[in-house]
C-alpha cells in the first residue's frame, strides 16, 4: 500500500468519522437538554410508587386483611390442584351414609320384612342408634383400630331410651376408642351473643372418653382450609363473643384430634392450622353403611370384617339429600366443582394429623411476615429498575414471579411450609407496571421534545442526519414534504412530489414549467454539512466536475440524462430525466430464484452499459437491485443514481493537498472489501454486479449467504440451480481478491457472450415482468415508480 492510499483512506475514514460523531453528539445534546428534567421527575415518580407498594403488601400483610385472606387461600388451592391428587393413607376409610344406604334397607323391608328384619334400624331416616351399635360392635370385633362417628348425638333417641342405652353399652365396651362429635352452636341472650359448646348427651360418655369438635373455620374463599382445632382462635379474633367463654373453650380438643389420639395415645398436637388435602370428593376409600349390616356383602368383599383391621373408620354423611357439603381444595373450582363432604373433610384432616403433613405459615410472626414482604417486593424492584430496556424489565418481573411461586410451591408441597405469594407478586407487578409506566411516559416526553426540536430546525443537515436514521421520525419528513409540495427551484421546476430524503440529500420529481407541456424531471438537492465559505467555494467546483460526468454518461440510453444543473442559497441541484418503470428488486422478491437464462440476459445487457460507464472513467460504486430500472416504455434495464460516482483520473484535493470531499461507499453485501476500505476499482462494479446475479439466482440477499472463513467467498452455489459454466462465470465475478476479477466489464463481456449463444433458447426477460405491477400507480400522477433508489449513496460534501 503506497504512502497516498494510506492517506486517502484515513481521510475517508476521518471524514465519515467525524459526521458520525457530529450526528451523535447532536442527537445526545438535544435529547439531554430537553428531557433531563422531565425523566428525573418521572423516576422519582417511579420511586415513590415503588415504595408505597412495598408499604402496602407489608401493612396488608400484617394487618391480615380480608383480600389478602382471600388472595392466598386462592393461592393454597391452586397450588394443591397443581400437584393433583395423591394416593391417600389405606388405614383410613368412611364408611358412607349415601344414598343406598338411605333407600335401599327401605325397599328390601318392604319387600320382605323377616328376611331383612336385620335392616330394620335403616328403615327410616333419622336411623335408630341401635343400628350404628351394631356397626361399632362389627367393626370393633373385625379389628378396626378406631371408629370415629362424625354424626351428633346431642339429643336424646326418637325412638326411646332403649335405644339410646343400646348405643350405650357398646360404647362402654370400647371405651376411648370410638371418638363422638360435639360442635360450638351460637345462643342469643339478653346480654348478646353467646358461643356454648354442644357435646353428647351424658349418657354415652366413657372414661377415657373420646369427644372433638367438628367446626370447620371457613376462609374469605368460603372454603376449608384450616383444622377445626383453629376454630376457637378465630373466634376469639371476632370482638362480639365474651372472651372468657372463648377461653374456656380452646383447650377441648378437635374431631380430627381426638380421632388421632385414640389411634396414638402419644400424639402431640402440632403447631401447623393447615390441612394438606390428598384429593378430590371420592378420594378416600368408602364403603356403604348398610353394607356392614348386610351378611352377603361383610361376608364377601368385606371378608368378614378383615378389610377393617387395623383401620380408623370414619362414619358420615355424603348423601346429597342430607346436605352436608363444604368447599375445600379441590372442590367447588373450575377443575373440581363438586363439593366435599363433612367427613371427607375430616379424613383429610386426620390423615394429615396421623401421618405429620400438616402446612404451617413459613413466617409464623406477623411483624416478621410484613419486614419480609417489604424486603422482598423493595428487592424485586431494584433489580427490576436496574434493567432500563422495557423488554427487559418485563422479563425480570415475569422471572422473578415464576421464581417466587416455584419457591413457595415447592415449599408448600415438600416442605409443609406456606409464604405470601399473592400479595408480594400482585406488589411486585404494581412496582413494575410503575417504573414501566413512568419509563414510557419518560420515553413519550423524550420524544415529544426531540420531535419538537427536530420539527424546529428541519432544514439542518445534522438534524436530516438524525431523521433519516430514525424510523419513528420519518413523519417529519412527511410534514417538511408538504411544506416543500409546489415550491420553485431555479425558477422552473415546480416540486410535485418528494422521492426521497437522505442526511445530506433530497430528491423530488418536478414539473419543468420553461418547457412545454410541463414535463416531468427528476431534481435531486444536494446540503453541505458545513457553512464555512471556503468550503462553500470547494464544494461549487467538485459539484461542476461531478455534473459533467453526469452529462457524458447520460448520451447512454441505458443511462439517465443529465439536463441541468445549479445551485441556489448554498445548496446544489441536479436536473435528470425521469425513468417511468419499477425497480429490478421487484422482479426478485425474497425466496423466489429467477431461471438462469433470464439472470444471464439481465446481467449481459448490463454489463454493456456498464463497459460505457468504465469507458468514460467512471465507477458507478452502488450497482444493486433498486439502482437498475425496468423502464415500462420498452422493457430495457436502466442503471440509475450515479451520485457516488468519481472520475477515477481526478484527485479532488483542498488547498491542503488533502482530500476533504467524501464519497459513498455503497451498499453492504454488494460492495466489495476493498471498496468499504476506500481503494474503489473497476472490478468493485464487477463484484457487485455478480452479486446482483447471485441475488436473482438464490432469492436470497447477499447477507444472507455465508462466507469461507479461510479464504472470505461467498458459499452461494448449494443454494441456485445453475450450470457449472456460468456458475464459474459468477465466482471469477464476485472474487474476495480483486485481482482474480474480470478487471473490466469488457472482459467479463466476452464471456457473457459465450453463455448468451449456450442458450439458444433463452426465455424472454418479459415473461419474468410482474405485469401486474405495471397498472399499479403509486404516485398521484401515474407512474409505478422512478429511478431513485437510495438517497445516502450521493455526493456528501465537506463536513464542518
Known sequence: MTQHDTASKLQKKDSTGKRSLKVHKATTKITAILTARQSLR????????????????????????????????????????????????????????????????????????????????????????????????????????????DILFTNPSSYGTADDQQLAQVLQRYPGKVTLA??????????????????????????????????????????????????????????EYPKDTLEELKDFPSFEEAVVKAANPTFVKPQAEYINFYGPAGTFEQISFWHVLDPDNWNTYLQGGRYFQDKIVMVGATAASLQDFHGAPFARSWLYPQRMSGVEIQANAIATLLYDRAITEGIPHTNTRSLFILLLVGGSAFLIKRSKRTVIQCAS???????????????????????????????????????????????????????????????????????????????????????????????????????????????????????????????????????????????????????????????????PQLLAYFDEGEEFYLVQELIVGHPLSQEIPPGRPMQESTVITIIYELLQTLEFVHSHGVIHRDIKPSNIIRRHSDGKLVLIDFGAVKEVSNQLLDQEGQSSFTIGIGTQGYAPSEQCAG?????????????????????????????????????????????????????????????????????????????????????KIEDNLPVDDYDAPTARWGIATTEIADPNSTIVLPPQ
Open 42 to 149: 418521572l423516576a422519582w415518580i417511579g420511586h415513590v410508587l415503588t415504595i408505597a407498594w412495598a408499604i402496602a403488601a407489608a401493612i396488608a400483610t400484617g394487618g391480615n386483611w380480608r383480600l389478602v385472606q382471600l388472595w392466598e387461600s386462592h393461592v393454597q388451592t391452586m397450588f394443591f390442584e397443581l400437584r393433583g391428587p395423591v394416593a391417600p393413607p389405606e388405614d383410613i376409610v368412611i364408611l358412607a351414609i349415601d344414598e343406598p344406604s338411605l333407600s335401599i334397607p327401605k325397599q328390601l323391608l318392604e319387600a320382605d320384612p323377616q328376611k331383612y328384619a336385620y335392616l330394620e334400624p335403616l328403615k327410616a331416616w333419622a336411623w335408630q342408634r341401635a343400628a350404628y351399635a351394631q356397626v361399632i360392635e362389627k367393626l370393633m370385633a373385625a379389628g378396626a383400630k378406631v371408629v370415629a362417628l
Open 182 to 239: 360435639a360442635e360450638y352452636a351460637e345462643a342469643e341472650i339478653y346480654q348478646g351473643r353467646l358461643i356454648q359448646l354442644i357435646q353428647p348427651e351424658r349418657l354415652f360418655w366413657t372414661e377415657p372418653h373420646s369427644i372433638g369438635t367438628i367446626n370447620f373455620p371457613l376462609e374469605a374463599d368460603g372454603k376449608v382450609h384450616r383444622f377445626a382445632s383453629t376454630f376457637p382462635k378465630l373466634l376469639s379474633q371476632q370482638e
Open 397 to 559: 418481573t415475569l422471572g422473578i414471579v415464576i421464581c417466587w411461586i416455584s419457591i413457595s410451591y415447592f415449599s408448600f408441597i415438600y416442605g409443609g411450609l406456606y409464604f405470601p405469594v399473592a400479595v408480594p407478586l400482585v406488589a411486585i407487578s404494581l412496582a413494575s407496571f410503575s417504573y414501566l409506566g413512568t419509563g414510557v411516559a419518560s420515553e413519550r416526553l423524550r420524544k415529544r421534545s426531540l420531535h419538537r426540536s427536530l420539527e424546529r430546525y428541519a432544514s439542518s443537515p445534522i438534524v436530516q442526519e438524525i431523521i433519516s436514521q430514525q424510523d419513528d421520525l420519518q413523519y417529519l419528513l412527511e410534514q417538511r414534504e408538504l411544506a416543500t409540495i409546489r415550491k420553485l427551484l431555479g425558477g422552473r421546476y415546480k416540486i410535485v412530489r418528494v422521492l426521497g430524503a437522505g442526511g445530506f440529500s433530497e430528491t423530488y420529481v418536478a414539473e419543468d414549467k420553461q418547457r412545454p407541456g410541463s414535463p416531468l424531471c427528476v431534481v435531486k438537492q444536494l446540503k453541505l454539512a458545513s457553512n464555512n465559505p471556503k468550503h462553500f467555494q470547494l464544494a461549487r467546483r467538485l459539484f461542476k466536475l461531478e455534473a459533467e460526468t453526469l452529462e457524458k454518461l447520460g448520451t447512454h440510453d441505458q443511462i
Open 679 to 763: 481503494r474503489v476499482r473497476y472490478s468493485s462494479d464487477i463484484y457487485a454486479l455478480g452479486m446482483t446475479g447471485i441475488r436473482a439466482l438464490t432469492g436470497l440477499s447477499p447477507h444472507e449467504l455465508q462466507l469461507d472463513a479461510n479464504t472470505g467467498e461467498t458459499l452461494w452455489m448449494h443454494k441456485a440451480q445453475v450450470s457449472h459454466e456460468f456458475a464459474a462465470v459468477l465466482c471469477k465475478m464476485v472474487r474476495h481478491d480483486f485481482t482474480q476479477r474480470y478487471q473490466s466489464a469488457l472482459e467479463a463481456l466476452s464471456d457473457f457472450e459465450q453463455l448468451v449463444n449456450l442458450h439458444t433458447s433463452p426465455l
